[in-house]
Nanobody
Framework: QVQVVESGGGSVQAGGSLRLSCATS????????MGWFRQAPGKEREFVAA????????DYADSVKGRFTISRDNAKNTVYLQMNDLKPEDTAVYYC?????????????????WGQGTQVTVSS
């Protein structure tokens, strides 16, 4: 069983930045593609960004492209989401997820392990 734990959420004003971290357990982190999703109140969970197992390929939702950057450190079993120029509409609970194949995926059903989420609140 893989454990996924997010950290780094918080409250920030519009235009500010946050960096989310996602630590995973297990020896096979480098074989997993990783993704970030978010869920705002009353809305469905949506794709934010994903990264392939070696970090060569990344994918972003149009709403965050150019503002968010996903990266990973396989030596630390950790994936990051750098969020810049945050907007109030970025307010949500952010979830990290791992999938047991190496390529990126945008659907929630494509992921096998999920964290508990971390709250990001952006005020105007």
């Amino acid at each position: 069983q893989v454990q996924v734990v997010e950290s780094g959420g918080g409250s920030v004003q519009a235009g500010g930045s946050l960096r989310l971290s996602c630590a995973t357990s297990g020896r096979t982190f480098s074989s997993y593609a990783m993704g970030w999703f978010r869920q705002a109140p009353g809305k469905e969970r949506e794709f934010v960004a994903a990264i392939s197992r070696r970090g060569i390929n990344t994918d972003y939702a149009d709403s965050v492209k150019g503002r968010f950057t996903i990266s990973r450190d396989n030596a630390k079993n950790t994936v990051y989401l750098q969020m810049n120029d945050l907007k109030p509409e970025d307010t949500a609970v952010y979830y990290c997820a791992a999938r047991q194949v190496g390529w990126t995926e945008r659907t929630t059903t494509g992921y096998d392990y999920w964290g508990q989420g971390t709250q990001v609140t952006v005020s105007s």
